[in-house]
C-alpha cells in the first residue's frame, strides 16, 4: 500500500460517528405502570433495571437495522453479525461497526439515552456512498476524530487561533483550559478539542457523507492557517 493510502486509511480509522436520541424511562414498554416507579438515581443497580426495560425496544431496533443492511448493501451471512446484550447491541459489517446502548440521560434517572456509534470504516467512499445514506441519513449529530496519544495541548491550540489575524477561526474556552471550543465560517457546527479528542456537534441530525463534509472543511481551514498547533491535529 502507497504512504499516502496508509495516512488516509489511519484517518478514516480515527473517525466515529455519534447521534443520540432521548425520553422518559416511563415511555419505555419494559415499565408497568403500578408495577414500576421511575428511578431516582443512576446506580449498577438502577442501570441494570434500564437494561430489562429497553430489552423490547432494543431488540427490534437492532433487528430492523439488521434487515435494512442486508437489503441495503446486499449483504450475505458472513458480511454481517448482531449481538444484542441489552441495554446494548452491536452490528459488525463487512464495511463498518454500530454500537447502539442504551444508558441513563446523564445524571437524569428519570430518562433514558438511546447512543448510536458508527465507526470501524476504512473507506470514504463507504461513507459517501447512497447505502450508508439510506441506512443512516439524519441520524448523526456528532463526528468526532481520536487523536490516538497524538494529542495536543488546549492551550497551544488556544494561542494558535488568537495569533491569527485573518479571522478564519474564533475560539472560547473556560478558565481551567479543559478544553475549547472552535468556530469556523461556513461550517454550522462547534468544534470542542480537549487534548485527545476533537468533536464536531452539529444542530441538527445529518448523514455520515454531511458531517463529514463538515469535519473537512474545518480540516482544510486548520491546514491554511499555517500553524502548526492546528495542521498538526488532523494531519
Known amino acids: 500500500m502507497a504512504k499516502a493510502e496508509k495516512k488516509s486509511s489511519g484517518f478514516v480509522q480515527g473517525i466515529r460517528l455519534v447521534g443520540r436520541t432521548t425520553g422518559p424511562v416511563k415511555t419505555l414498554r419494559g415499565f408497568r405502570k403500578g408495577q414500576h416507579t421511575v428511578p431516582d438515581a443512576v446506580n449498577p443497580t438502577t442501570l441494570a433495571f434500564l437494561g430489562r426495560l429497553c430489552a423490547e425496544e432494543l431488540g427490534e431496533e437492532a433487528e430492523a437495522l439488521f434487515q435494512r443492511a442486508r437489503g441495503v448493501c446486499a449483504y450475505k451471512r458472513k458480511d454481517l453479525d448482531l449481538s444484542v446484550s441489552p441495554p446494548g447491541a452491536t452490528l459488525t459489517a463487512k464495511d463498518f461497526t454500530l454500537e447502539i446502548v442504551y444508558s441513563f440521560d446523564g445524571d437524569n434517572a428519570a430518562a433514558w439515552r438511546n447512543e448510536w456509534q458508527l465507526s470501524g470504516f476504512t473507506e470514504l467512499d463507504f461513507l459517501r456512498g447512497e447505502a450508508c445514506g439510506e441506512l443512516f441519513s439524519g441520524r448523526f449529530q456528532e463526528l468526532v476524530f481520536s487523536l490516538d496519544g ?32 472552535l468556530s469556523v465560517p461556513g461550517v454550522d457546527a462547534t468544534v470542542r478539542f ?26 482544510e481551514a486548520f491546514s491554511l492557517s499555517k500553524s502548526k498547533a492546528l495542521s498538526g491535529l488532523l494531519g
Request: hydrophobic share 40%; net charge negative; charged share 25%.
Open 150 to 181: 497524538r494529542g495536543g495541548q488546549v492551550e497551544a491550540v488556544i494561542d494558535a487561533v488568537e495569533e491569527l489575524e485573518d479571522g478564519s477561526l474564533r475560539v472560547d474556552y473556560p478558565s481551567d483550559y479543559a478544553h475549547c471550543m
Open 194 to 219: 480537549d487534548g485527545m479528542e476533537l468533536a464536531m456537534v452539529f444542530p441538527c441530525g445529518g448523514s455520515p457523507a454531511e458531517l463529514l463534509d463538515g469535519f473537512l472543511a474545518v480540516r
